[in-house]
T-cell receptor, first 115, second 109 residues
Framework: GAGVSQSPSNKVTEKGKDVELRCDPI?????LYWYRQSLGQGLEFLIY????????KSGLPSDRFSAERTGGSVSTLTIQRTQQEDSAVYLC?????????????FGPGTRLLVL | QKEVEQNSGPLSVPEGAIASLNCTYS??????FFWYRQYSGKSPELIMS????GDKEDGRFTAQLNKASQYVSLLIRDSQPSDSATYLC?????????FGTGTRLQVTL
C-alpha cells in the first residue's frame, strides 16, 4: 500500500479483555515502531523492530503488553487483561531503515477505549 | 528521564505573521531533531529534520538548532490557517525518538 495502515481504527473493549492491534508498514521498510499517545500527552515509545534483530522492548509499560512482527512485515500489538489506563491512541510507524536520522511514517492509529 | 520540553500553548498568531515554536531537550547526546505536525485526530507527519547547529530552511519553514543550549526551534513564515495544528518537537538518540507533548498553534484570520 501507499502508506502505513492500522486496524481496527477504533476499538472499544471491557476491562480485563485482551485486544490485538495490527500494523501493516510501508512495503520495503525494515523498521517498525509502536507508540502510545494518551490525551494531552506526547507519544510514548513502546517497541521497535529492525529487520531480523531482536526487538527493543524497553518501552513496554508492563508484561501485559507484547508485540510480534511476522515475516519482517505485519506487526501485532497485544494487550492482555486490558485496564482503563490502557485507553489511548496506539500509533505504528515505519521507516526505510532503523536509526534516528530516518523519517518515520505514521499510520492513522487505533483508538482504544477500555470501559 | 530523557525529556523534550515544549510549551503546550495555544500559540495564537494572525494570518501572515511569523510563528515561533520552541523546544528544549535534556539528553546531550541527542543526534537528530525533528518537527512533526499533527492535526487534531490525525497522525503526526514530518515537517523538518535538522542534525547540525544552525538554521535549515524549507519553504516557509526554518528549523534552528543550538546544541550548546540544547534548544530547537521552528519558525513558520507567512502563517496560514492551514498551519493550525499541534507541532511536536522530537529528539533522536541511538535508536529512539523522544517526543515532546507538542505546542498547539492557532493561526487566526
Amino acid at each position: 500500500g501507499a502508506g502505513v495502515s492500522q486496524s481496527p481504527s477504533n476499538k472499544v473493549t471491557e476491562k480485563g479483555k485482551d485486544v490485538e492491534l495490527r500494523c501493516d508498514p510501508i512495503s520495503g521498510h525494515t523498521a517498525l515502531y509502536w507508540y502510545r499517545q494518551s490525551l494531552g500527552q506526547g507519544l510514548e515509545f513502546l517497541i521497535y523492530f529492525q529487520g531480523n534483530s531482536a526487538p527493543d522492548k524497553s518501552g513496554l509499560p508492563s508484561d501485559r503488553f507484547s508485540a510480534e512482527r511476522t515475516g519482517g512485515s505485519v506487526s501485532t500489538l497485544t494487550i492482555q487483561r486490558t485496564q482503563q489506563e490502557d485507553s489511548a491512541v496506539y500509533l505504528c510507524a515505519s521507516s526505510l531503515a532503523g536509526g534516528v536520522t530516518e523519517t518515520q511514517y505514521f499510520g492513522p492509529g487505533t483508538r482504544l477505549l477500555v470501559l | 528521564q530523557k525529556e523534550v520540553e515544549q510549551n503546550s500553548g495555544p500559540l495564537s498568531v494572525p494570518e501572515g505573521a511569523i510563528a515561533s515554536l520552541n523546544c528544549t531537550y535534556s539528553d546531550r547526546v541527542s543526534q537528530s531533531f525533528f518537527w512533526y505536525r499533527q492535526y487534531s485526530g490525525k497522525s503526526p507527519e514530518l515537517i523538518m529534520s535538522i542534525y547540525s547547529n544552525g538554521d535549515k530552511e524549507d519553504g516557509r519553514f526554518t528549523a534552528q538548532l543550538n546544541k550548546a543550549s540544547q534548544y530547537v526551534s521552528l519558525l513558520i513564515r507567512d502563517s496560514q490557517p492551514s498551519d493550525s495544528a499541534t507541532y511536536l518537537c522530537v529528539a533522536g538518540t541511538a535508536s529512539k525518538l523522544t517526543f515532546g507533548t507538542g505546542t498547539r498553534l492557532q493561526v487566526t484570520l
